[in-house]
């Protein structure tokens, strides 16, 4: 009995010394998480960085990237190419003009259309996806093209952002 009372007694020591002390909330590390550094979301949200820019515009009924878009798609390409844990969701939207059915297609096309331009640059299928809203999201007041041309884009968004 004395040798199980005593066995008891070391085993609760033992264990009192194992124990660990806990972390209180306030010295805790305030800094970035490692999927933000593996990440590096502070380039993506900086306005001076071109990765901050989401949308490149279309022509009426296209889905051709056009030329002054190249370098902003070649950015984000090299973003998620460095990065492989980024993901990216490629949305594409159209004006109201023409069927639903035309636009969610058109939509589609264009988001597409620039997923293969970043594919060629290095950016993996794994790390995009393709949807389209076509006019969902459209301005329905529109009267003239320059309202219009606001409708017909690609938006870009990261998937831990």
Same mark, same amino acid.
């Given at each position: 009995m004395k040798k199980s009372l005593l066995l008891a007694s070391l085993l609760s020591l033992f264990l009192v010394g194992c124990s660990s002390t806990p972390i209180n909330d306030a010295s805790k590390p305030t800094g970035p998480t490692a999927d933000e550094k593996d990440l590096d979301l502070a380039s993506l949200r900086d306005p001076n960085n071109i990765l901050s820019k989401r949308s490149i515009y279309f022509d009426y009924d296209k889905d051709v990237v056009k030329a002054e878009y190249k370098d902003l798609v070649a950015a984000h390409a090299k973003? &998620?190419? /460095?990065?492989?844990?980024?993901?990216? /969701?490629? /949305?594409?939207?159209?004006?109201?003009?023409?069927?639903?059915?035309?636009? &969610?297609?058109?939509?589609?096309?264009?988001? &597409?259309? &620039?997923?293969?331009?970043?594919?060629v640059l290095g950016a993996q299928d794994t790390q995009i996806e393709t949807v389209s809203f076509g006019e969902e999201r459209a301005d329905t007041n529109c009267k003239d093209d320059a309202c219009y041309a606001k409708d017909r884009r690609v938006d870009i968004s990261y998937e831990k952002e």
């Amino acid at each position: 009995m004395k040798k199980s009372l005593l066995l008891a007694s070391l085993l609760s020591l033992f264990l009192v010394g194992c124990s660990s002390t806990p972390i209180n909330d306030a010295s805790k590390p305030t800094g970035p998480t490692a999927d933000e550094k593996d990440l590096d979301l502070a380039s993506l949200r900086d306005p001076n960085n071109i990765l901050s820019k989401r949308s490149i515009y279309f022509d009426y009924d296209k889905d051709v990237v056009k030329a002054e878009y190249k370098d902003l798609v070649a950015a984000h390409a090299k973003y &998620v190419s /460095t990065h492989p844990k980024a993901k990216m /969701t490629l /949305t594409g939207n159209t004006d109201d003009r023409g069927s639903r059915e035309y636009n &969610v297609s058109l939509g589609q096309r264009r988001s &597409v259309s &620039v997923k293969k331009s970043m594919n060629v640059l290095g950016a993996q299928d794994t790390q995009i996806e393709t949807v389209s809203f076509g006019e969902e999201r459209a301005d329905t007041n529109c009267k003239d093209d320059a309202c219009y041309a606001k409708d017909r884009r690609v938006d870009i968004s990261y998937e831990k952002e």
